[in-house]
């Protein structure tokens, strides 16, 4: 067995304790907040004084919205959750792609630098700022209905506006998250695209294949890792949706754009049902976690 030297000694030590302020900071906030969620989705807490008034109740936080324990909570809870899973859907059916398609615009201009600062503007713009600008866009005296009405579109313009809609504002959440996760991937298969062998198309098209052909042969199969990352990036952003709701929508009108996310704060910060929320919180994680593991195998099942 080797011995060490005492430099290598010194440099193990120094290495540790560089590590050791941010390895207690994760312990006693990061790590006890995870535990002490877990520990509370059994309680019925209001969030005073935790010792003198929670009360242990088992798995009834998870009954209330689960299974019917409360019929009303329970039907808002699943209604939230299917919207979510909306929102997942439907950005990654439009969201892949539009990237792709994008991607292999600017890999085959000369001006592709140029195009990439373009797209790329919503990821640095301010999230908050963007969800204003949508939330103004689709006012009812906002640009979308006047351009519709300057387009002579009549039948599309929304009165109440989209987001004043119940018809209509789930569609502008949508509209929004696909907007605002297009760059970031679009960026993803960008590199992808970069570190596909040339030679892989020039042998292709030596031995026929079409364009088609080889976009379906070469091309899709060696973006599928960056497809599984964009699957499971929309279906982390999608059960995690808070701030951009919250903003332009606060989950109206009459709760039709009511996410898990403003579920929960409504139940933890008007209700103080700080048990239940957390029980909620560790369902979606679950369920997102599932999504994402049967995303990952159905992709690898097919190669």
């Known amino acids: 067995m080797r011995k060490w030297s005492k430099m290598e000694v010194r440099d193990t030590i120094n290495g540790y304790l560089f590590c050791l302020p941010g390895l207690i900071l994760f312990i006693f906030i990061g790590l006890f907040c995870v ?7 059994f309680y019925n807490w209001s969030g005073v004084d935790f010792f003198g008034t929670a009360r242990f109740i088992g798995l009834q936080n998870f009954h209330f919205f689960l299974t ?10 699943w209604a939230s959750l299917l919207r979510n899973f909306q929102i997942g859907f439907f950005s990654i059916l439009f969201i892949v792609p539009i990237a792709l398609i994008l991607a292999f615009l600017v890999t085959n201009t000369r001006r592709a630098a140029v195009y990439r600062t373009l797209f790329f503007i919503p990821m640095v713009a301010s999230g908050v700022g963007v969800f204003y600008a949508w939330q103004g866009i689709f006012n009812t005296k906002g640009s979308l209905n006047a351009l519709m009405r300057f387009l002579g579109l009549n039948f599309f313009v929304v009165r109440q506006g989209m987001f004043g809609d119940p018809n209509t504002a789930l569609t502008g959440i949508i509209i929004t998250v696909i907007w605002t996760a297009i760059p970031g991937t679009m960026m993803l298969y960008y ?29 899709w199969p060696l973006l599928k890792p960056m497809t599984i990352i964009v699957i499971i990036q929309q279906l982390n952003g999608a059960f995690q949706m808070f701030e951009n709701v919250w903003v332009m929508t606060r989950g109206g009108p009459g709760g039709s754009t009511d996410v898990v996310g403003t579920l929960m704060y409504a139940r933890a910060f008007t209700d103080n049902a700080f048990g239940e929320v957390s029980a909620m919180g560790w369902t979606v994680f679950l369920m997102t976690l599932v999504l994402s593991l049967v995303s990952m195998k159905g992709f690898n099942s097919e190669n």
């Open 35 to 41: 535990l002490f969620s877990i520990f509370l989705s």
């Open 68 to 77: 019917g324990g409360n019929p009303i909570r329970t039907q808002r809870f």
């Open 191 to 219: 590199a992808g695209l970069a570190n596909i062998d040339e030679s892989l198309y020039e042998a292709a098209a030596i031995d026929g294949a079409s364009k088609f052909q080889q976009l379906w042969r070469i091309t």
